[in-house]
């Protein structure tokens, strides 16, 4: 049975652990220290790094796990990994029979140009392209990868659990609710949230059936969220991809 919870490091980053028995798998290890203590004391035995894209506080963990466990490492063919020498690109499928599992790989540029998710499990670990109420920032691809990286996300069942690389709930809750103000299902998830946090549980993951509800980046076609975007726009806006770019633009300065 397949288990997955995370493990905080930095300021808001999680390092997600993906357990079968004492078998267990790691994304995006931002800090070795967590890591290690966490399997120390849970008794864990690391088989593979999983990496989403190449930002520091994704891989700064890396080089130090490779050196003591000497595991292998699975990441972005298109940019350049610590110790990655399992280059994976949209399409592949990594299969990891001593976890029952096996992942298949999403090649979603926007946030990188060559950044990858994985889906397993019913479970998607999107680094920092699908946010939980938001998305990444796009530092080096177009508002129009971000977005067809986006749909590619969202075409998975709506069942699929969202494991993303911050938590950044709350801050995207409150962008969500001044381009929604009407959203109830927003206003909902705003106290779901709020409540969580006060009793430091974290919030993520949700489902993709949440985000279709409640998350403003890939609920471009919805009137209500194409005429905020017009509005702080202060143009028409003829294309999903248009209103996404106007609402990106929008929270970056929010
Ligand atoms: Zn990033």
Redesign the pocket.
Known sequence: MVDVFPVAALKDNYIWFIRNGDIVVVVDPSDAVPVDQTLAAQGLKLTAILVT?H?W??VNGIESLVERYRVPVYGPKLETIPQCRHGVIDGDTIAFPDLDLAFKVLGVPG??SGAVAYFGAESLFS??TLFTAGC?RL?EGTAEQMYTSLTKLMSLPPQTRLYC?HEYTRANLAFARAVEPDNTAIAARIRETAARRAHGLPTVPSTLDLERQTNPFVRCSAPEVKRAAERQARRPLCSDTEIFAALRQWKDIY
Request: aromatic share 10%.
């Open positions: 894209h930002h506080d994704h946030h990188t680094g920092d990444g530092f690389g």
